[in-house]
């Protein structure tokens, strides 16, 4: 099997007991998922400077007090294709603190809308939301 691992950075923005995931379908598992923002690293580029650009190309936001959490390695399918992941986990803080109090806030990630949510730690133990990518749960439960 020939593919190529991504590296991605990821960023648990927290505020109280939620942290802000947008939502996706996978077509062939018929099922939402949630991921943390972020995106792919450039060439030359930093994790923590790819983060910065991804948030405002996604949100138009800024943000500071980035803080590197770890890492994970990522082996899932989507839309019945493998993928391989290495993903570098951050916490970061808006500068706009206004954000926080939004329910939603909207965006773009390249040329289709983004809508990132605030959803509680709960929402993914009790509730069953799924949290990607696998591991992830146990870690910001490890680092909340």
Avoid at 5 to 32: A, E, P, T
Avoid at 124 to 144: C, I, Q
């Amino acid at each position: 099997m020939k593919g190529r691992i991504r590296l991605i950075v990821l960023c648990l923005f927290r505020h109280q007991d939620r942290i802000l995931v947008s939502r996706d379908y996978d077509s062939v598992k018929q099922s939402d998922y949630y991921r943390p923002l972020g995106g792919g690293i450039e060439f030359g580029e930093t994790s923590r400077d790819a983060l910065i650009r991804e948030m405002r190309e996604e949100l138009g936001a800024e943000i500071e007090q980035l803080t590197w959490l770890g890492t994970l390695e990522n082996l899932f399918t989507l839309e019945g294709k493998p993928g391989h992941e290495i993903v570098l986990i951050y916490d970061a803080k808006f500068c706009d603190r206004t954000l926080y109090n939004q329910p939603h806030l909207s965006g773009s990630e390249g040329d289709k809308p983004l809508l990132a949510e605030w959803k509680s730690l709960s929402e993914f133990s009790d509730a069953g939301l799924r949290l990607v990518p696998d591991g992830l749960k146990d870690f910001v439960w490890g680092h909340s």
